[in-house]
């Protein structure tokens, strides 16, 4: 009786040169002609350029979805125009109580604004900050609550990254302000 040994070897060849995608995300608001900010438009207005290639967008929020605004200071806040009824803005003393409040809130957007320079190195990566003052944050706050998050995969995270709108009939001269 003969006996056959039979051995199988697996090799796995891996291309060193395949580049690691990784999530990003932009936040866009659309004026129009005169200033207003134009609601309702969809992924399919937008398209994302990064280094010349176009980029799928692969998560979307609506312009006026529901945002978390935590402004850091310990100061009291000047008026602060209404927002939606589940928007929200938080005043913290501090970056941690800030990332601890935004933390418990169901809302999917987030923002952290600062109202004197602060390291923002510690602020998770989804969670948009803005640097301003105390005669602006207003207008921030309005312009925070009116931006669409657009998201895609990146191949190259230090990336820039530009975002064009593709004009719509009936809705005039469009301008997208990304940041």
Same mark, same amino acid.
């Given at each position: 009786m003969k006996r056959f040994l039979f051995c199988c070897v697996l090799v796995l060849t891996i291309d060193a040169s395949a580049q690691v995608s990784s999530k990003r995300s932009v936040d866009v608001s659309v004026t129009d002609a005169l200033g207003r900010f134009v609601t309702h438009l969809e992924p399919a207005n937008f398209?994302? !350029?990064?280094?010349? $290639?176009?980029?799928?967008?692969? %998560?979307?929020?609506?312009?006026g979805s529901p945002i978390s605004i935590a402004v850091v200071s310990s100061e009291p806040l000047p008026a602060i125009p209404a927002l939606g009824a589940q928007d929200e803005v938080i005043q913290a003393p501090s970056v941690a109580e800030a990332l601890r409040r935004l933390g418990a809130s169901k809302n999917s957007r987030?923002? !952290?604004?600062?109202? $004197?320079?602060?390291?923002?190195? %510690?602020i998770p990566a989804g969670i948009q900050t803005v640097q301003t003052n105390r005669e602006t944050l207003p207008k921030w706050v309005i312009e925070l609550a009116y931006q669409y998050r657009i998201e895609f995969e990146s191949s190259a995270p230090s990336a820039g990254v530009e975002v064009v709108l593709k004009q719509t009939v009936g809705l005039g001269s469009l301008k997208p302000n990304w940041k």
């Open positions: 398209e994302v !350029i990064e280094n010349g $290639a176009r980029r799928a967008i692969t %998560a979307f929020s609506e312009a987030k923002a !952290i604004m600062f109202l $004197a320079p602060a390291d923002t190195q %510690a």
